[in-house]
């Protein structure tokens, strides 16, 4: 069982930046693909961010690409979202999820994918204004 913590949420007038963090527990952290997705109420669940477990590789949704930046620490169990230039349209609920153990790391359509995730945090509210 992984548990995950997500902190660094608030509020952010546009242009401005905000760095999420994700704590996990366990001591196989740095074997744990990570990723951020984020959710408005009433629609779907959608990805943000990924990235391997070395650290190595990232992927990024488009509409993000160039603002956000997602990193990890392994000797800390954490991994990061930092948000720059942001938008009201980023604002979300956003949370933190392991990849499923043992399932290779694919492309850009099966790392975006919610269903491959097994862990979720609780979230934590990003709001944008204008």
């Known amino acids: 069982q992984v548990q995950l913590v997500e902190s660094g949420g608030g509020w952010v007038q546009a242009g401005g930046s905000l760095r999420l963090s994700c704590a996990a527990s366990g001591r196989t952290f740095n074997t744990y693909h990570m990723a951020w997705f984020r959710q408005v109420s009433g629609k779907e669940r959608e990805f943000v961010a990924a990235?391997?477990?070395?650290?190595?590789?990232?992927h990024y949704a488009d509409s993000v690409k160039g603002r956000f930046t997602i990193s990890r620490d392994n000797a800390k169990n954490t991994v990061y979202l930092q948000m720059n230039s942001l938008k009201p349209e980023d604002t979300a609920v956003y949370y933190c999820?392991?990849?499923?153990?043992?399932?290779?790391?694919?492309?850009?359509?099966?790392?975006?994918?919610?269903?491959?995730?097994?862990?979720w945090g609780q979230g934590t509210q990003v709001t944008v204004s204008s």
């Open positions: 999820a392991v990849f499923r153990s043992g399932m290779a790391w694919g492309n850009f359509a099966f790392v975006a994918a919610v269903g491959n995730y097994d862990y």
């Open positions: 990235i391997i477990w070395s650290g190595g590789t990232t």
